[in-house]
């Protein structure tokens, strides 16, 4: 074995890789692709690489020699049984970040949660603690009511018609239930004309989801609403649009794999990007003249700054740390307006705001160029808490009005 070879075995055992060309026992002309032009031996240097975890799907590998002429290069063939599964959704309670907030398009759903919401606002608006304790308790209640008015986001066909499907399912499991308490094969006939109707109603309610579906896409499609078109697809075919590979650490050595770890090396990454000490030129700072203070930026917050300042919220966007969208200050009604602005002003007077507000959620988005696996491949973007928006555009409002 020559240094190329034990390279392709290191590197292998580092990406826990399987060379199939030497598993199966087959004769020599079935496995060696190269011969000598010289010594007219033949050699093996064409190789079929899977992952370990791959390897029982892998039926054969051999070389082919060729059937119409003679060639001193074979081809190397690989017959697979692919056993493809979905991805696993997982168990674990999904946050507030999967919302459905596109209900608040109907008219019936935006008025329904704006009744919850303000009903329960009666309770929640209690102003006796501290304007940080309160305004968790505040946000906390706007999700709570969103999730159980708008409900999750819906994922697939099933979900939509989730309720059909759980009174047909009742329905035959009551037959069950019934069959194993009498002990007899009375209602067998009743059984199997219910999985008869159950087969019969799934097939109905999924072929018409996709037609539904089929038809809202081609809408998008005729009226150019091409950003639309492709978020519709993504969801249909893919249920995640990134991939988690393993980083490198900050001495380009090795790779990390853990997830621990894996944060760890973002942190460190963006902590040594964000944070550069700048040096500033005092002189020039205390050269600059003077302007009068403007006291109008002391006045306390109006409702109608609040108001403007939330229906500039642009819809549609990525949450912050606290998961409230946008959509959900626009459409809560003039109570919830109200509270919000009763929350900002003692924000505002007691000089502290939460600190949701302060944090933000960093995603690295990969710039499609370079090696995946190098934190200088990717670039990082903030996810800010919306209602932290609304606090800054109502002071951005005051300093346009003043420019």
């Not at 990134?242 to 902590?271: C, D, M, N, Q, Y």
Request: one cysteine or more.
């Amino acid at each position: 074995m020559n240094s190329n070879g034990q390279l392709l075995l290191s590197l292998c055992a580092q990406f826990q890789l399987a060379i199939t060309s030497t598993m199966f026992r087959l004769p020599a002309k079935y496995k060696n692709t190269w011969m000598h032009p010289r010594s007219k031996h033949w050699h093996l240097i064409d190789y079929a690489i899977v992952r370990q975890r791959d390897v029982s799907q892998v039926l054969v590998t051999r070389a082919m020699r060729g059937a119409h002429c003679w060639t001193d290069h074979r081809l190397v063939v690989t017959k697979l049984r692919l056993r493809l599964q979905l991805p696993r959704r997982s168990g674990k309670p999904k946050p507030y970040a999967s919302l459905n907030v596109d209900g608040l398009k109907d008219s019936v759903k935006r008025g329904k949660y704006a009744r919850t919401l303000t009903t329960g606002l009666l309770s929640v608006n209690k102003y006796g603690g501290r304007a940080l304790c309160d305004w968790g308790t505040l946000s906390s209640h706007i999700l709570d009511t969103a999730s159980s008015t708008l409900g999750q986001k819906i994922e697939d066909w099933f979900d939509e018609n989730d309720e059909v499907l759980m009174r047909a399912f009742g329905k035959h499991r009551h037959l069950l239930r019934q069959q194993r308490r009498s002990n007899r094969s009375a209602n067998t006939t009743d059984i199997r004309q219910s999985e008869r109707e159950l087969v019969r109603l799934s097939r109905k309610k999924k072929d018409g989801w996709w037609r539904e579906k089929a038809y809202h896409i081609q809408c998008l499609t005729d009226t150019n609403q091409l950003g639309v078109f492709y978020d519709e697809v993504r969801k249909l075919f893919s249920r995640t649009s990134f991939t988690k590979v393993p980083i490198k650490p900050a001495s380009g050595e090795g790779l990390i794999k853990s997830k621990e770890e894996v944060l760890k090396r973002w942190a460190e990454h963006f902590s040594i990007l964000l944070n550069v000490d700048r040096a500033a030129d005092l002189e020039h700072i205390r050269s600059i003249p003077k302007l009068s203070i403007i006291t109008e930026l002391d006045n306390s917050l109006s409702r109608e700054e609040l108001a403007l300042a939330i229906n500039q919220q642009k819809n549609k966007r990525a949450v912050g740390i606290d998961f409230i969208p946008g959509e959900l200050l626009k459409y809560g009604g003039d109570e919830l307006q109200f509270a919000i602005w009763v929350h900002f002003d003692r924000m505002w007077k007691e000089k502290q705001v939460p600190y949701t507000f302060k944090a933000s959620r960093i995603k690295s988005l990969y710039k499609n160029r370079g090696d995946r696996s190098c934190c200088d491949s990717y670039r990082g973007i903030s996810l800010l808490s919306v209602p932290g928006k609304v606090f800054a555009r109502v002071l951005l409002n005051r300093l346009m009005k003043l420019s």
